[in-house]
């Protein structure tokens, strides 16, 4: 943000107050990709769904995930979905089924790059 100008000084400039060329460290894009990561693991039961997934490293059905969330299988196939959408998922149907399995590689790059972003502030 520039300050205004007055007298052909910033108020600034005048006050001694702001500090010069001030930058993100972060750009527009690279902000956009971490809001969007983030919002993806902001829900609790996506949370949780990646663990399970995570936790028996195979393939698990969302009849098993619906009988180990507090939740309905409506509820857990949205997030299964937005969970997919993102890549950090996978789905493979198998007859009646379909069974869900974690992107390990897709997880760790997103995390790698939350982390990476907020490494300066520790």
Not at 46 to 72: H, M, N, S
Request: glycine content about 6%; overall charge positive; hydrophobic content about 45%.
């Amino acid at each position: 943000m520039s300050c205004p100008r007055r007298g052909g000084a910033t108020v600034a400039e005048r006050a001694g107050c702001c500090l010069p060329k001030l930058a993100p460290r972060l750009d527009a894009a690279e902000a956009r990709r971490i809001s969007n990561d983030l919002a993806i693991l902001a829900h609790p039961i996506r949370l949780q769904i990646l663990d399970l997934l995570a936790q028996y490293q195979g393939q698990v059905c969302v009849c098993d995930l619906e009988a180990a969330l507090p939740v309905k299988q409506p509820t857990v196939s949205h997030h299964l979905k937005i969970l997919r959408e993102a890549g950090l998922i996978t789905a493979e149907r198998q007859g009646l089924w379909i069974y869900y399995s974690i992107c390990c590689d897709a997880v760790q790059t997103m995390r790698e790059r939350v982390m990476a972003q907020f490494a300066f502030l520790g």
